[in-house]
C-alpha cells in the first residue's frame, strides 16, 4: 500500500466537513465542482442508516496523499455520497413494493427498477445524471448505505457455484442504478452469462489473474480491455466485507493523471501498438500477455480521452510503446485511490476513463468471505446487437482466434 496514505479518524456528526474541489481541477472542472457544490447545497447527515460511518476519500496538493473523512457533500465529484438515516425508509419502501425475482424474469424487473429510480429523492438523482452525462474527475463513485438483503447466505466456495438468493435487494439497487446510466448486458464466457454476477473467492483460483483470487493483488485494468465492446460501466455491490476489512477496491482515472503523460507519450498511447491479452475468464487459462487484438490506449478527444488499460496482460509492439506502457504504470499509481466498501455499498467505476484494482486479502472459504455483486452496463445497446445471443442481453464474441 501507499506509504503517503494518512489516516485519521472520522470527524463527529456535529461538525461537518469543509466543501472541497479536487487539487488537480483545470479552470472548467472547478468551476463546474463549484457550480455543483452551490446547487446542490448543504450537508447530508453523517451517521450511516445501519450506524457505520465509512472512509471518503479527499485529494490534497500532493495527488498521493488522502485523509479519510465522512461524507458530508452531495456532489457528484465525491468519491463517496450516504444515503441518510432521512432518506433511509424512502428506499426500504422502493424495495418492498417490487415483489419480482429478476432470475425468473429479468426483464420485467429491470423495467420496474428504471422505473423506480425516479422515486429516488431528486439529489441523488441529479447526482447519478451528472455522472452519467459529464462523468467525474474521481471517475468512480460509491453510495453507501442501501438497504441490505434481510437474509444473506454464506458465501459460496466453489467457482460453479450459482446460489439464487431469498432476498433480491442488491440486484434491485444494481437495476436501479444500471436504469439511470443505460442498459445491463453479460458476456457469455462469464458466469455462464449471468447478468448479476457474484464475485467471491474461490481456492481453485486463490493465485489466479481472476476476479476469484484473494492470495494477489489484482492490478490496474479496463473491466475486458481487449472487447471491442467492453461495458462503458463496471457497478459493484457489497453483499459482505472480508473477514478482516482490509480488501480495497482501488482506482485512478485518466482525467487525473493525463498531464502527468508527456505530448510524446500521449502521441504513442493513441496509436493501435498494443496488445490487449484475453482475460483467464475468456479462456486464456495460460493467462499469457499480449494474447489479444491490436488496440490503442488513449482513443476520443485528445484532452478529455477515453482510457483502455491492462497492466498484466497488454504489451506494446515497438519499444516506444512499451516506454509508454510504463509511463501509464507510474502515473496510474500515483493517482490511486482507495476505497473500502461495506454491505450496502454500490460502486460506480466508469470504465471508460478509470482502471481499477483489488488488494490481496484472505480468504478462509468458511462462508464468511468477501461477496460482491457485479453488474456491467452500456450506453447503446444496439451496438451489441450483431454479437449478443438472439433475443437476450448476452455477448457472445468469439476470441478463439486468440487463444
Same mark, same amino acid.
Given at each position: 500500500m501507499n506509504d503517503k496514505l494518512v489516516l485519521r479518524e472520522p470527524i463527529s456528526a456535529e461538525k461537518p466537513a469543509?466543501?472541497?474541489?479536487?487539487?488537480h481541477a483545470d479552470g472548467v472542472e472547478a468551476a463546474r465542482a463549484g457550480l455543483q457544490a452551490a446547487e446542490l447545497g448543504g450537508e447530508s447527515r453523517c451517521q450511516a442508516a445501519h450506524g457505520q460511518s465509512y472512509p471518503t476519500i479527499r485529494i490534497q496538493s500532493d495527488p498521493v496523499v488522502m485523509e479519510t473523512e465522512r461524507p458530508t457533500i452531495r456532489n457528484s465529484d465525491a468519491v463517496h455520497v450516504e444515503i441518510s438515516s432521512d432518506d433511509y425508509e424512502q428506499f426500504a419502501g422502493l424495495h418492498r413494493s417490487v415483489p419480482l425475482d429478476p432470475n425468473a424474469d429479468f426483464e420485467n424487473f429491470f423495467e420496474e427498477a428504471r422505473l423506480r429510480f425516479h422515486e429516488f429523492p431528486r439529489w441523488i438523482r441529479r447526482i447519478l445524471l451528472r455522472f452519467s452525462t459529464r462523468g467525474s474527475s474521481h471517475g468512480a463513485m460509491v453510495i453507501h448505505g442501501f438497504p441490505l438483503d434481510e437474509v444473506v447466505p454464506p458465501t459460496p466456495t466453489s467457482p460453479d457455484h450459482h446460489l439464487e438468493k431469498p432476498y433480491h435487494a442488491s440486484e434491485?439497487?444494481?437495476?436501479?442504478? =444500471?436504469g439511470a446510466l443505460g442498459e445491463p448486458v453479460a458476456y457469455l464466457p462469464?458466469?455462464?452469462?449471468?447478468i448479476f454476477q457474484d464475485v467471491y473467492p474461490t481456492r481453485v483460483n486463490e493465485a489466479n489473474l481472476s476476479s476469484e483470487s484473494s492470495s494477489i493483488l489484482l492490478d490496474f485494468h479496463t473491466e475486458?480491455?481487449?472487447h471491442p465492446l467492453m461495458p462503458d460501466y463496471l457497478l459493484l455491490y457489497c453483499l459482505r466485507q472480508d473477514r478482516d476489512g482490509v480488501a480495497r477496491t482501488l482506482v485512478s482515472c485518466i482525467r487525473r493523471f493525463l498531464p502527468r503523460l508527456t505530448p510524446g507519450v500521449q502521441d504513442v498511447l493513441f496509436t493501435n501498438?498494443?496488445? =490487449?491479452g484475453v482475460d483467464y475468464s475468456f479462456g486464456n487459462l495460460k493467462q499469457k500477455s499480449g494474447a489479444g487484438p491490436l488496440v490503442a490506449v488513449l482513443y476520443g478527444d485528445r484532452l478529455d480521452p477515453f482510457l483502455r488499460y491492462d497492466l498484466d496482460l497488454m504489451v506494446g509492439e515497438s519499444p516506444s510503446a512499451q516506454h509508454a506502457l510504463q509511463a501509464v504504470r507510474l502515473a496510474v499509481n500515483a493517482y490511486r485511490e482507495e476505497i473500502i466498501l461495506a454491505p450496502g455499498s454500490l460502486m460506480i467505476i466508469d470504465n471508460r476513463r478509470t482502471v481499477h484494482a483489488r488488494s490481496q486479502f484472505k480468504a478462509y472459504y468458511d462462508g464468511t468471505d468477501r461477496w460482491l455483486q457485479r453488474l456491467a452496463v452500456v450506453r447503446d445497446l444496439e451496438a451489441s446487437l450483431r454479437d449478443r445471443v438472439r433475443g437476450s442481453r448476452v455477448i457472445a464474441t468469439d476470441f478463439s482466434a486468440f487463444l
Amino acid at each position: 500500500m501507499n506509504d503517503k496514505l494518512v489516516l485519521r479518524e472520522p470527524i463527529s456528526a456535529e461538525k461537518p466537513a469543509p466543501r472541497t474541489t479536487p487539487a488537480h481541477a483545470d479552470g472548467v472542472e472547478a468551476a463546474r465542482a463549484g457550480l455543483q457544490a452551490a446547487e446542490l447545497g448543504g450537508e447530508s447527515r453523517c451517521q450511516a442508516a445501519h450506524g457505520q460511518s465509512y472512509p471518503t476519500i479527499r485529494i490534497q496538493s500532493d495527488p498521493v496523499v488522502m485523509e479519510t473523512e465522512r461524507p458530508t457533500i452531495r456532489n457528484s465529484d465525491a468519491v463517496h455520497v450516504e444515503i441518510s438515516s432521512d432518506d433511509y425508509e424512502q428506499f426500504a419502501g422502493l424495495h418492498r413494493s417490487v415483489p419480482l425475482d429478476p432470475n425468473a424474469d429479468f426483464e420485467n424487473f429491470f423495467e420496474e427498477a428504471r422505473l423506480r429510480f425516479h422515486e429516488f429523492p431528486r439529489w441523488i438523482r441529479r447526482i447519478l445524471l451528472r455522472f452519467s452525462t459529464r462523468g467525474s474527475s474521481h471517475g468512480a463513485m460509491v453510495i453507501h448505505g442501501f438497504p441490505l438483503d434481510e437474509v444473506v447466505p454464506p458465501t459460496p466456495t466453489s467457482p460453479d457455484h450459482h446460489l439464487e438468493k431469498p432476498y433480491h435487494a442488491s440486484e434491485f439497487w444494481l437495476s436501479c442504478v =444500471a436504469g439511470a446510466l443505460g442498459e445491463p448486458v453479460a458476456y457469455l464466457p462469464e458466469k455462464e452469462g449471468r447478468i448479476f454476477q457474484d464475485v467471491y473467492p474461490t481456492r481453485v483460483n486463490e493465485a489466479n489473474l481472476s476476479s476469484e483470487s484473494s492470495s494477489i493483488l489484482l492490478d490496474f485494468h479496463t473491466e475486458i480491455a481487449f472487447h471491442p465492446l467492453m461495458p462503458d460501466y463496471l457497478l459493484l455491490y457489497c453483499l459482505r466485507q472480508d473477514r478482516d476489512g482490509v480488501a480495497r477496491t482501488l482506482v485512478s482515472c485518466i482525467r487525473r493523471f493525463l498531464p502527468r503523460l508527456t505530448p510524446g507519450v500521449q502521441d504513442v498511447l493513441f496509436t493501435n501498438q498494443f496488445r =490487449a491479452g484475453v482475460d483467464y475468464s475468456f479462456g486464456n487459462l495460460k493467462q499469457k500477455s499480449g494474447a489479444g487484438p491490436l488496440v490503442a490506449v488513449l482513443y476520443g478527444d485528445r484532452l478529455d480521452p477515453f482510457l483502455r488499460y491492462d497492466l498484466d496482460l497488454m504489451v506494446g509492439e515497438s519499444p516506444s510503446a512499451q516506454h509508454a506502457l510504463q509511463a501509464v504504470r507510474l502515473a496510474v499509481n500515483a493517482y490511486r485511490e482507495e476505497i473500502i466498501l461495506a454491505p450496502g455499498s454500490l460502486m460506480i467505476i466508469d470504465n471508460r476513463r478509470t482502471v481499477h484494482a483489488r488488494s490481496q486479502f484472505k480468504a478462509y472459504y468458511d462462508g464468511t468471505d468477501r461477496w460482491l455483486q457485479r453488474l456491467a452496463v452500456v450506453r447503446d445497446l444496439e451496438a451489441s446487437l450483431r454479437d449478443r445471443v438472439r433475443g437476450s442481453r448476452v455477448i457472445a464474441t468469439d476470441f478463439s482466434a486468440f487463444l
